[in-house]
Protein backbone atom coordinates (compact mmCIF):
# COMPACT_ATOMS: atom_id res chain seq x y z
CA UNK A 1 0.00 0.00 0.00
CA UNK A 2 1.28 3.33 -0.43
CA UNK A 3 0.22 6.22 1.13
CA UNK A 4 1.24 10.40 0.43
CA UNK A 5 1.33 12.10 3.19
CA UNK A 6 0.97 16.17 1.74
CA UNK A 7 1.96 19.46 3.00
CA UNK A 8 2.38 22.91 1.74
CA UNK A 9 6.30 22.56 1.27
CA UNK A 10 7.09 18.87 1.51
CA UNK A 11 9.69 19.32 4.55
CA UNK A 12 7.88 20.23 7.18
CA UNK A 13 4.33 18.95 8.84
CA UNK A 14 3.91 16.47 5.46
CA UNK A 15 7.33 14.63 7.58
CA UNK A 16 5.41 14.85 10.79
CA UNK A 17 2.16 13.28 9.31
CA UNK A 18 4.22 10.51 7.60
CA UNK A 19 5.89 9.77 11.15
CA UNK A 20 2.57 10.00 12.81
CA UNK A 21 0.96 7.78 9.93
CA UNK A 22 3.85 5.32 10.07
CA UNK A 23 3.35 4.87 13.95
CA UNK A 24 -0.27 4.14 13.47
CA UNK A 25 0.03 1.84 10.53
CA UNK A 26 3.01 -0.02 12.36
CA UNK A 27 0.50 -0.68 15.89
CA UNK A 28 -2.50 -1.80 13.26
CA UNK A 29 0.35 -4.20 11.86
CA UNK A 30 -0.81 -2.57 8.28
CA UNK A 31 2.83 -2.81 5.87
CA UNK A 32 2.42 0.38 3.97
CA UNK A 33 5.31 2.51 2.01
CA UNK A 34 4.40 6.41 3.38
CA UNK A 35 6.08 9.00 1.66
CA UNK A 36 5.98 12.84 2.59
CA UNK A 37 4.98 15.17 -0.65
CA UNK A 38 4.30 18.91 -1.27
CA UNK A 39 1.12 19.39 -3.26
CA UNK A 40 3.06 19.76 -6.86
CA UNK A 41 4.87 16.15 -6.35
CA UNK A 42 1.68 15.16 -4.58
CA UNK A 43 -0.21 15.29 -7.59
CA UNK A 44 1.88 12.88 -9.50
CA UNK A 45 2.51 10.83 -6.63
CA UNK A 46 -1.45 10.25 -5.49
CA UNK A 47 -1.42 8.63 -9.32
CA UNK A 48 -0.15 5.49 -8.10
CA UNK A 49 -1.24 5.49 -4.63
CA UNK A 50 -4.16 4.45 -2.83
CA UNK A 51 -4.39 6.81 -0.14
CA UNK A 52 -3.54 10.65 0.56
CA UNK A 53 -3.55 12.10 3.92
CA UNK A 54 -3.38 16.14 4.26
CA UNK A 55 -5.33 19.14 5.12
CA UNK A 56 -8.53 20.53 4.44
CA UNK A 57 -7.09 23.28 2.81
CA UNK A 58 -4.59 21.45 0.10
CA UNK A 59 -7.11 18.38 -0.37
CA UNK A 60 -8.98 21.24 -2.18
CA UNK A 61 -5.68 22.14 -4.12
CA UNK A 62 -4.74 18.18 -5.01
CA UNK A 63 -7.83 18.10 -7.31
CA UNK A 64 -9.05 14.93 -8.66
CA UNK A 65 -6.70 11.77 -7.94
CA UNK A 66 -7.57 8.39 -8.21
CA UNK A 67 -6.07 7.75 -4.33
CA UNK A 68 -8.64 7.99 -1.25
CA UNK A 69 -8.07 11.60 -0.24
CA UNK A 70 -8.36 11.56 4.03
CA UNK A 71 -8.50 15.24 5.78
CA UNK A 72 -6.37 15.45 8.62
CA UNK A 73 -7.53 18.09 11.02
CA UNK A 74 -4.42 17.66 13.77
CA UNK A 75 -1.48 16.27 12.32
CA UNK A 76 -0.02 15.45 16.47
CA UNK A 77 -2.95 13.77 16.67
CA UNK A 78 -2.18 9.42 16.21
CA UNK A 79 -5.60 8.93 17.65
CA UNK A 80 -7.77 10.91 14.75
CA UNK A 81 -4.77 9.29 12.19
CA UNK A 82 -5.76 5.84 13.67
CA UNK A 83 -9.34 6.30 12.98
CA UNK A 84 -9.67 7.87 9.65
CA UNK A 85 -6.89 5.03 8.27
CA UNK A 86 -8.92 2.02 10.28
CA UNK A 87 -11.73 3.30 8.16
CA UNK A 88 -10.26 3.80 5.06
CA UNK A 89 -8.15 0.56 5.02
CA UNK A 90 -11.51 -1.34 6.30
Known amino acids: MKIVAVCGMGIGTS ?17 ADVEAADLGVAKGAAQTAQIVLTSEELATELGEVPARVIIIDNFFDTDEITAKLTEAIQ
Open 15 to 31: VLLKMNAEKVLSKLGID
